[in-house]
C-alpha cells in the first residue's frame, strides 16, 4: 500500500494545529484574568486578589510554556511539507508572522518576566502594568494569527501572478471579510474557556472546602462573566455563520449536511452523511429550521453540497458532527451560565454540590468545542488552502513522500505526547498544592521599594520572601 503525502501532511498539520490550539485559547482568556485581579488587588489592597492571581500566574506559565513548544512546530511545518504555500504567499504571509514577533511576541517576552518574578520586588503598579501587557500581547498575537488564518478563507488584497501571491492592498487582504468575526468568535471563545476552567477549578475546591473565599469570589467572578459571554457567542456565531455563507457556502452545505440547493431546509439533529452515495441516512431534523437560522426566513434558500464537484466537497461528515459537537457544548455553557445565576438568585450558588461538581467537570468542554469549531472551520474548506485559488495538492511539497509524513507524524505525535503529559502533571500538581501555602498576598511583611531599581529602597536588614516558580 503506497502511502500518500497528501493525506499524512494534512493529518500531520491538523493534529499539530489541535493540540496548539488549545494554549493559546485558556493563555489569552486567563491572562485577561490575571490582569484583573492585579488591578482589584492594585486598587483595593486586599490580599486576597494577590494569592488568586499568584495561584494563576504558575498555571499560566506552564501553559505559555507549552503553547509556545507546540507553535514553533508549524511553522517548521510549512516549509517541510507545504512549501509550494510557503513559496507563493510569502509577500502576505510573511510579514504578518513577523509583525506578530515584534509586535507580540516581544511584548510577552519583555514583561512576562516581571510578571511571574516580580512580586514583592517591583511596585504594585510596576507588577500591575506587567501584567496588563501579558495580556495585550496575548491578543495582538491572535490578532494577526487570525488575520492571517482568514485570509486564507476569504483571500482579498492580492492578485495571483505565476503562481505568486502579488499583494494589491495590505488593508483588504489584512481586513479580510471574514477576520471581524473570526477575531470576535475566537475572542469569546478564549475568555469562555478562562472562564469555565477558573470556574471549574474555584467549584472543585469548594467541594472540598479549600480556600473558601477566595474560591467563591473566583467562581462568582466567572460567572457573572459567563452569563454575559456565554449568550454572546452565540450571536457571534449568527453572525459568523452568515459570513460563511456568503463567502464560503460550500463549507454551510457541509455543515447542515445539505446535498441539494432548496428552500425551507431542515435543521438536521441527527443523520449519516456519505460522500459516496451524495445523501444522508437517518435524518431526523427539525423543519425549516436551517433556513430560519441560516437566512432568518423560514423558506430561505439554502446551497447545497452538489453545487460544487465531488471533488471539491469536503469530507463532510467530519465537518457535520464536529459543528453538531460544537454547538451543543455551547449551548451547554449557556445552560450553566443561567444555571448559576438561578442558584445565585436563590441563595445557593456555593453549597449545591451537584452544579459545582458538573462545573468542575466542564473544565475540558471548551478545549473540545475550540477543536471541534477548528476542524469545522479548517475542514469546511478543504480542498482549498486558499480558498478557491490554491489546494492542498497545489501547495504541497513536491518531493515530499508518504514514508516522510509518515515519520515526521508519529515524531510529532511522540514529542507532543511528551510534552502534554508533562504540562498536565505539573498543572494537576498546582491545582492539587492549591494556595494554603502561597504567601504572596503577605505584603506587610515585605518592603516594596517605589522604583524597581533604587537601592536605597532594598531592606537589606531582611531576606525578601522567595519567588515562587511557575
Known sequence: MELDPLLLSRIQFAFVVSFHAIFPV????????????????????????????????????VVFGMGV??????????????SNFSYATANFIGPLLSYEVITAFFLEAAFLGVLLFGRNKVPPGTHLFAAGMVAL?????????????????????VELQDGIFQITSWTEAIFNPSFPYRFMHMGLASFLTGGFVVAGVSAWYLLRGRDVEANRKALSM??????????????????????????????????EGNWETQNGVPLLLFAIPSKETQSNSFEIGIPKLASFILTHDMNGEVPGLKEVPVAEQPPVALVFWSFRLMVGIGVL???????????????????????????????????????AGWFVTETGRAPWLVQGMMSHSEGLTPSLTGAMALFTLIGYITV?????????????????????????????EVERPSRPMSAAHIPFDKPATPPTSG
Open 333 to 371: 455553557m449557556i445552560l450553566f451560565a443561567f444555571a448559576g445565576a438561578w442558584l445565585r438568585w436563590r441563595g445557593q450558588l456555593y453549597d449545591h454540590r451537584f452544579f459545582l461538581r458538573g462545573m468542575s467537570w466542564m473544565i475540558g468542554a471548551p478545549f473540545v468545542a475550540v477543536i
Open 416 to 444: 507532543y505526547a511528551v510534552v502534554f503529559t508533562a504540562g498536565i502533571y505539573y498543572i494537576t500538581r498546582i491545582v492539587k498544592a492549591g494556595m494554603e501555602h502561597d504567601e504572596s498576598g503577605d505584603t506587610d
Open 137 to 157: 500581547g496575548t491578543f495582538i498575537s491572535s490578532f494577526w494569527i487570525l488575520a492571517t488564518n482568514s485570509w486564507m478563507h476569504t483571500p482579498a488584497g
Open 222 to 255: 466567572c460567572l457573572w462573566l459567563l452569563l454575559i459571554i456565554a449568550p454572546a457567542q452565540a450571536v457571534i456565531g449568527d453572525y459568523h455563520g452568515l459570513n460563511t455563507l456568503e463567502h464560503q457556502p460550500t463549507k454551510v452545505a457541509a455543515m
Open 26 to 61: 485558556f493563555s489569552i482568556g486567563l491572562a485577561s484574568y490575571i490582569a484583573l485581579l492585579e488591578g482589584l488587588f492594585y486598587k483595593t489592597g486586599n490580599p486576597l486578589w494577590s494569592r488568586l492571581s499568584h495561584f494563576w500566574i504558575k498555571i499560566f506559565a
Open 69 to 82: 513548544v507546540s507553535g514553533i512546530v508549524m511553522s517548521f511545518q510549512f516549509g517541510t511539507n507545504w
